[in-house]
């Protein structure tokens, strides 16, 4: 079964609002949980490092403003993409590692109309 | 992170073997071998991993060269549901680490 859920599997909003995305590890602790974003028929793209009790590390390109990373307990990191865009349409994965491998959430798919 | 390379796509019959290559000729003594897959619309599921001796699990065999610049993920009996991108990573191994992903191979199994 699913070690690493994710909350929506998809979510529609309007341009300008602010949308949460919930990445829950299950029946484990996670001090650190990672965020990617994948475009359609491109590969996954690191976002940022998610870090139980501390700020997040964001990867180069990505406003850390926008995408409010909240990691405030060892099996929640949330993800809340703010005055979302159009352009921040696109499919938003979390992953927790356990047992020295990663897994991965389901997947949140995400369009701004 | 040690770059991989992969074939972009990759057919295979269904019921036949699917070898998978990934060329990661700059990896490190303690870095191992990663396979994930993605099927559409979904988050990466783990397949397989190994650090220098061939591995197999119930998903799939990994096979690694002795210089460990190449391996090649094996799916001994491929179905329809087989079909995903296939990624080959490579990494320290302790999981608590970014992962870089490639472009990875889409197989796709033809009935």
């Known amino acids: 079964g699913a070690v690493v859920s994710q909350h929506p599997s998809w979510v529609i909003c309007k341009s300008g609002t602010s949308v949460k995305i919930e990445c829950r590890s299950l029946?484990?602790?996670?001090?650190?949980m990672f965020w990617y974003r994948q475009f359609p028929k491109q590969s996954l793209m690191l976002m940022a490092t998610?870090?139980?009790?501390?700020?997040?590390?964001?990867e180069q390109g990505v406003e850390k403003d926008k995408f409010l990373i909240n990691h405030a307990s060892l099996t929640l990191s949330t993800l809340t993409v703010t005055s979302a865009h159009p352009e921040d349409s696109s499919f938003y994965i979390c992953?927790?590692?356990?047992?020295?491998?990663?897994?991965f959430g389901q997947g949140t798919r995400l369009t701004v109309v | 992170d040690a770059k991989t390379t992969q074939p972009t796509s990759m057919d295979c019959a269904e019921g036949r073997a699917a070898n998978l290559p990934c060329n990661h000729s700059?990896?490190?003594?303690?870095?191992?071998v990663y396979w994930y897959r993605q099927i559409h619309s979904q988050g990466p599921q783990y397949i397989i991993h190994g650090l220098k001796n061939n591995e197999t699990n119930e998903m799939a065999s990994l096979i690694i060269t002795e210089d460990r610049k190449s391996s090649t993920l094996i799916l001994p009996h491929a179905t329809l549901r087989d079909t995903a991108v296939y990624y080959c990573i490579v990494g320290v191994g302790f999981g608590n680490e970014k992962l870089t992903f490639g472009t990875g191979t889409r197989l796709t199994i033809i009935p």
């Open positions: 998610s870090n139980e009790g501390s700020k997040a590390t964001y």
């Open positions: 992953s927790a590692p356990r047992t020295g491998k990663a897994f």
């Open positions: 029946d484990f602790q996670a001090t650190t």
């Open positions: 700059t990896i490190s003594g303690n870095e191992y």
